[in-house]
C-alpha cells in the first residue's frame, strides 16, 4: 500500500528509441536538480544511473531534511509543488491508512522505493492473456493493450523525487506512444509539476495524460 506510479511497456526497446528517452531525461534531471532535489542511486546513496542500458535512481536517503511523522502518505486533491522546511507543515488531515500531505515530502529521509527502467527488461513480469480464473473456472482476460507487454512500478510515497519519475514516464510516452500503458494512483493534478518541467525544457509534455486512474479507494 502506498502511492505508486506502474507501466507495461515493451521487453526490448530500440537503442535509438532509448537513446532518445535518456537523452531528454538527462536534460530535466538537470531542472529538477535545480530545483534542489537531488538525485541518487537506487538504494538513495552515490549517482544516479542515466545510461542507453539504464536508468535507475532514488531520492536522497541523506537528505537531511527535517525529521517528522510521515505515515503512508498520499497528496490532498490539490497537492503540489515540495515542501522541504521545517517552517512549513505539509501535512493536512489523515486518510484511513496514514496521512494526506499537500505537498510533495519527506520524514528526513527522501528516498523511497527504486525507480528502475531497464532497455531491455529481462526480469519483469509479462502480462498473458488471462488474469485469473473465477469461482466457476473460467478464465477472466486482461486487457489487451497489456498482452505480452512487462509490467513495472514505482511506489514514490510522493516524495520530492516523485516528480523526477513522473518526469521520466512522461518522456517515455512522448517516444514510446501507444507501446507503454501508464497509469497512477495520482489524479492528473499531480502530474503538472512535471509536465510543466518537461513542457519548458523539451517543448513537450503538458498534453500528456495517464492511460488511467488508480485511486486510494
Known sequence: MGYTHYWYRPKKIPKK???A???DFKK???AIESMGIKLRGGDGTGEPEISNDAVVFNGDALCGHPKRDLIIPWPTEEAG???LSKAKDPREGVWFAGHL?????????????TFWFPRVDEDGMVIGKIAYYDASGRPVYNDSRKVGKVFGFCKTA???YDIAVTAFLIIAKHHLGDKI???SDGEIQHWYDAMHICQDVLGYGEDFEPDWYCGKE
Open 21 to 23: 528517452i535518456v537523452e
Open 181 to 183: 500503458i501508464i497509469s
Open 101 to 113: 500531505i499537500k505537498a510533495r515530502t519527506c520524514d528526513g529521509d527522501c528516498s523511497y522505493e
Open 81 to 83: 509543488g515540495v515542501v
Open 28 to 30: 530535466v534531471a538537470e
Open 158 to 160: 510522493y516524495r520530492p
Open 17 to 19: 528509441t532509448f537513446s
